[in-house]
Each structure stands twice: as C-alpha cells, then as structure tokens.
C-alpha cells in the first residue's frame, strides 16, 4: 500500500509543507518571509509569528497540490532541529495536533540530515533515477552549518569535518551585508561574481588541520580590505563590488573544495554529494563537477529546488524513519542545536 507522508519544515524563515507518495514527490509549498529583509538577516521573533500565519494555509496547498486529503496521510513528519526554537514551536505544535487529530504516527526529523537525504526524493520529470549508493560522502553546506558527513545508512551519518567557527553561508552573508547587500547574501554575491575577476584582490585562507574549516579569518580579511579601501575612495564598493564578490566566491569555494577532496582521499569513498543552502552556488556546482571529473567521483549535486529549505527532505528523511517504524512521542520538544538527536 502506498505510503503517504506530509513534511513539515519552519527550522529557520521559511514555513514549508510537502507531501510524498513513498519516495514520489507530489508537493512541496514553501511560503519566504519578507518580513526580515530589511533588518539584514533574520529577525526571530519576526520569523516565529510569520510561521504561525503561514503554516495553514501552507499545508492546506501542499495537499491540494498533492490531490489527497489529510485521510490519506500515513504520517506527518517535521523538523524538530536544528534551528530557531520559536520558528521550530511552529512546526512541531501543528504536526503534533495534526497527528492527533488524524490518529496517525508522527516522525521527527533532524534538519541537517533531511539536506543530505534530499537526493533521495523522486520527481516524477526526472528521466533517469540516480541516487547516491552507501556509504557517500556528503558536504553538507548550509546557512549555520559546513559539515563533512560520512553517510552509512539514513540513520547512521558521522560527521568527520566541520567548521570551527562561522559557516559558508555564513560568510557569504557576511560579505554581502559588509557589501550593503540584502540578506540572504549568498545568491546576490553568486550573481555578482559573475562578473567579477576573482583575482582582483587577495585574501587570507586561514589553514585548518585535517578536515575542519574555518571562515571567520577570511571574513575579517575582507572586511579589512573592504575598510582599509573605503579610507581612501568612499566610492570602492560601488566601483569594485563585482570584483570583491568574486574574489570572496573562488576563496570560500576552494576552501570547500579542498577539504572535500581531502575527505574522499581519506576515506576512499569516490561517492560524493553535497547539500544545504550553499550548494545552489553556481561556481561550486561547475568546479566540483570539474573536480568530480578528474577524480572519477559518482558525483551527486541537487536540484536547485532542495538546496535551500524545503519540506520534500523533511518527508524524505521521514518516509526512511517510517519504514522502520520510528516514531516520535507527542513529549517532543524542539531542539536548537545538534546533529545527532534525531
Ligand atoms: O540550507 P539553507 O537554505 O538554510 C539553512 O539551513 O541554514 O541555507 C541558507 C544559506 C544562506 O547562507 C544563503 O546565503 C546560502 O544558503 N545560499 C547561497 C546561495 N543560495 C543560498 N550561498 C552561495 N551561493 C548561492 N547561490
Ligand atoms: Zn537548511
């Protein structure tokens, strides 16, 4: 019999639901928040309130989408961490009541996972079914986290490298607002760079042992530039923007490149894929391809659609604990931190 799961993901600043028919994608409705744009990131009392106005009317379009009712549900699955606690409240309140009501199991995902277990998902126009073969390795890349995971199984992920302190998407949005960019900065930066020469200027890559990074110095080396130039011409930014852009791109993408690459000698495993919001990058995508090439690399790179947020890997992730029947209790509570608890 056919398994449907609902996904529910409010983890950050978009309330998302989707809904699977086993490993099919039939929707996956994602509701942003305008809300913090001006406040240059995330605001997240702000977020909080938006999820709980979204959140309805979000799941009632996933399902239209879908042509079910919410009888047919299997189970409703939602991300229970990591991320902001009010915005979490959100999701997991309304899947809770929601499974209660419908006399379902309720499935609680880790957020960072369901970024990985994204190449799972099916679409009905994908014309050929590739997914990645265990174990892989994943670089899971995302607004707070840099993560190197070792993927054995669905439920046995070990993270082998991370970033000690700020994450790539963190340094993207960092050089965006020093840049006065809107927030999120990563796809403006991405645009940007474009026409940029990456070589303009140089900045320090601060050296990290074995496979953890670090971006925090190469931010504060391109503020520095940034505020050492602006002494001398006020007009630097709007003059070299394109320039400062790119270089800031190649650094954080060969950085990332690096220790994937280091990872894969490592541990021998040429299965590669990466995930999270970062890998939407249009320079990582063509350089790892590259990479993946030279290396004789099975290489897996998600559809734009499931490189940011989105509730189609939160029904995936769910739709694995499902079939081996782990369920959560309504005691579950949001957590803000964390890789292994779900
Ligand atoms: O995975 P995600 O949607 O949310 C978290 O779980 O954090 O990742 C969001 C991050 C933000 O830092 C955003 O700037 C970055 O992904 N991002 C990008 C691009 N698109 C989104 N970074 C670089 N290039 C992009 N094209
Ligand atoms: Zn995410």
Known sequence: MAIYILGIESS??????????????????????????????????????????????????????ANITKNQLSAVAF???????GSLLVGVSFAKS????????????????????AHFIRLETADSRRVPRFPFLCLTVSGGHTQLVLVRDPDDMEIIGQTIDDAAGEAFDKAAKILGLPYPGGPV????ATNGNPKAFTLSRPVTSGLDFSFSGLKTSFLYLVRDE??????????????LAAAMRESIVEMLLLKLQAASERTGI????????????????????????????????????????????????????YLKNDFAGQDAVPYARGFHPA
């Open 12 to 65: 950050c600043d978009d309330t998302s639901a989707a809904v699977l028919c086993d490993d099919l994608l039939l929707s996956n409705t994602i509701a942003g928040q305008e809300v913090h744009r001006r406040f240059g990131g995330v605001v997240p009392e702000l977020a909080s309130r938006a999820h709980q106005q979204n959140i309805i009317p979000v799941v009632d379009t996933a399902l239209k989408e």
């Open 79 to 85: 991300t229970r961490g990591p991320g902001l606690l």
């Open 98 to 117: 929601l499974a209660l009501a419908l006399g379902i199991p309720l499935v609680e995902v880790n957020h960072l996972k369901a970024h990985i277990l």
């Open 189 to 192: 930066i991405d645009r940007l």
């Open 230 to 243: 602006l002494r001398k011409d006020p007009d630097f930014i709007e003059k070299r923007k394109a320039d």
């Open 270 to 321: 040429r299965e590669v894929a990466i995930a999270g919001g970062v890998s939407a990058n249009s320079l990582l995508r063509s350089r790892l391809t590259e990479l993946g090439r030279s290396l004789d690399w099975n290489l897996f790179i998600p559809p734009f659609e499931f490189t940011t947020d989105n509730a189609a890997m939160i029904a995936m992730a769910g739709y694995f604990k």
